[in-house]
């Protein structure tokens, strides 16, 4: 596993745009809900998010397994970096077949940029053959609040106990031009390579980069 997360962070291919949508939510969609945690804790707040397809997933029910957490936005240029070289969905299918549960955040409020109702999300992952276990949508902010999420990507990696063992940028390149990969120190990679060695992570936080997440109270007058 080592060897192959390592390998992912220096991938390289063209960028290419793509458009960002805005809908009305799902109708009869269930709650969301989230839990305060201690700000002097590294333990991850619980919280439970509505899917694209309309499931309620909590965090306390992956407790056992290592968790990454992605913040992401489709118009975003650094999103659109990682995903439209492949370099985030070769990340999230290794993690994945290394047991891991990776869990893709929307953060963006209805009518801002980078919002989707479930079926537009699911349309999104579609077209980029994305490697998530689940896509998760956070129109209130709440969520992405509570980990003081800053950007997309914007990266967590939880470990079996329900710690917080990585936070911040996703590599060390804050480019949203697609050469900015090759050879690039990308951070997850590390960390989860290094939680399997049973080691803490070289580098447990560093500053993200990309896009504002669009939360609600940002909407333009």
């Not at 080691?199 to 447990?204: K, V």
């Amino acid at each position: 596993m080592i060897r192959r997360l390592s390998l992912l962070a220096v991938s390289a291919l063209a960028l290419a745009a793509c458009g960002e949508q805005a809908a009305a939510p799902d109708a009869a969609a269930p709650e969301n809900t989230v839990e305060t945690a201690a700000a002097a804790t590294n333990m991850a707040p619980n919280f439970t998010l509505v899917d694209s397809e309309g499931v309620q997933r909590q965090l306390s029910d992956y407790r056992g397994q290592v968790v990454i957490l992605e913040w992401t936005n489709e118009g975003c240029p650094y999103v659109q970096k990682y995903y439209e070289s492949g370099a985030m969905q070769d990340l999230q299918r290794a993690a994945v077949e290394d047991g891991a549960v990776w869990l893709t955040i929307i953060s963006s409020a209805q009518g801002q940029q980078g919002y989707v109702d479930g079926a537009e999300a699911r349309q999104w992952a579609d077209r980029n053959t994305a490697g998530a276990n689940h896509l998760l949508l956070d129109p209130t902010g709440q969520v992405g609040r509570l980990y003081d999420a800053k950007t997309t990507p914007d990266m967590r990696v939880i470990d079996e106990q329900g710690r917080i063992v990585y936070a911040g940028a996703i590599d060390d390149r804050p480019s949203s031009e697609a050469e900015s990969l090759e050879g690039a120190t990308n951070y997850v990679s590390l960390a989860l390579a290094a939680h399997e060695a049973g080691e803490a992570p070289e580098t447990p936080y560093a500053q993200p980069y990309g896009c504002s997440i669009k939360y609600a109270d940002e909407l333009e007058a």
